[in-house]
């Protein structure tokens, strides 16, 4: 990934954000020094600011795209005031996409999400797994009200923040029941958020439901 800004914090924010994706991370000051870059490390993904000294956003993005070698390395411009009337703009100076500042996780995540291909183990689609010990009732009783308004949310929106939620919620109900299985499901699910893998993430979730039958 490269991360262009010409403004320290922006910049650090948005690398930091990245890297506890799990993502290697370059970084460039201004537009002339992201085409420099982009040439040497050819990144999956550039994340460009549109207004900077030395050639902004709009220039480099276009140079980017005359250039054999980086034409294909898709840029998401970085802006702190895009008004919908302007938009269309953006997107026709050839970015794939932009995100508005402040610059939050989850608008990351789904930019992500619409550029990088995954590599998937090939393997049977098999039904939810349910957890191998049972729950007793009371211990239902005390899942559900630990993840009741997380669970409810992360039903109707599928965000970063509340999966992570989800995962700190089931190691310490976990280790209040003694219970090494809701432990492990939620490192995993930590793990997998780390790693961006979302079809981990998805499968963990859907088997999560068979805890509270």
Not at 116 to 142: F, G, H, N, Y
Not at 177 to 187: A, C, R, S, V
């Amino acid at each position: 990934m490269l991360v262009v800004d010409d403004v320290p914090n922006n910049r650090d924010l948005l690398h930091d954000h990245l890297k506890s994706l799990g993502f290697t991370v370059y970084d460039a000051e201004n537009g002339l020094q992201s085409i420099e870059m982009a040439k040497e490390y050819i990144p999956e993904l550039i994340f460009m600011d549109i207004r900077m000294p030395v050639m902004d956003g709009y220039e480099a993005t276009s140079k980017l795209k005359e250039d054999q070698a980086t034409k294909s390395i898709p840029v998401i411009g970085c802006t702190a005031s895009v008004l919908r009337a302007s938009e269309k703009d953006i997107l026709a100076k050839g970015f794939a996409g932009y995100l508005r500042k402040p610059i939050l996780l989850d608008d990351i995540v789904q930019q992500l999400s619409r550029f990088i291909k995954w590599k998937k183990v090939a393997k049977k689609k098999t039904p939810s797994k349910k957890p191998d010990r049972l729950l007793k009732p009371e211990e239902i009783v005390l899942l559900k009200k630990n993840v009741s308004s997380v669970w409810e949310q992360l039903k109707k929106k599928r965000s970063t923040k509340l999966q992570k939620e989800l995962a700190k919620i089931l190691i310490q109900t976990g280790k209040t029941l003694d219970n090494k299985q809701l432990i492990n499901h939620g490192e995993a699910l930590e793990n997998a958020i780390k790693s961006f893998n979302i079809e981990l993430i998805n499968e963990l979730i859907s088997e999560f439901e068979n805890y509270l039958k």
